[in-house]
């Protein structure tokens, strides 16, 4: 079974950074995509940012410029790293992924994690 496991949440003034990271473990062949997805109070969950395993990204208009994805494929494990924080970044941070889970590439794991809380004041 796959887990993903986030840290680096917590609270930090308005213009400030935070670093989150997504370690994942489990039987995993290969990355397909890691990424991070927020949902904050009364509004749907959202893309973020997503790395491929190829390293091409994609990220929120919100965000671009200020968040930065990452990838370590050895250690199967995402950063995103969150400058210039605004009110408005406030939410739970949910890491997502998909992973090949067997060497003939027949099996994909899809899932999030349990959510970090991220809180910007002003």
């Known amino acids: 079974q796959v887990q993903l496991v986030e840290s680096g949440g917590g609270l930090v003034q308005t213009g400030g950074s935070l670093r989150l990271t997504c370690a994942a473990s489990?039987?995993?062949?290969?990355?397909?995509?890691m990424g991070w997805y927020r949902e904050a109070p009364g509004k749907q969950r959202e893309l973020v940012a997503v790395?491929?395993?190829?390293?091409?990204?994609t990220y929120a208009d919100s965000v671009k410029g200020r968040f930065t994805i990452s990838c370590d494929n050895v250690k199967n494990t995402v950063y995103l790293q969150m400058n210039s924080l605004k009110i408005d970044d406030t939410a739970v941070y949910y890491c997502?992924?998909?992973?090949?889970?067997?060497?003939?590439?027949?099996?994909?794991?899809w899932g999030f994690g349990q959510g970090t809380q991220v809180t910007v004041s002003s």
């Open positions: 489990g039987r995993i062949f290969s990355i397909n995509d």
């Open positions: 997502n992924a998909e992973f090949v889970i067997n060497s003939r590439g027949g099996s994909t794991w």
């Open positions: 790395i491929t395993g190829g390293g091409s990204t």
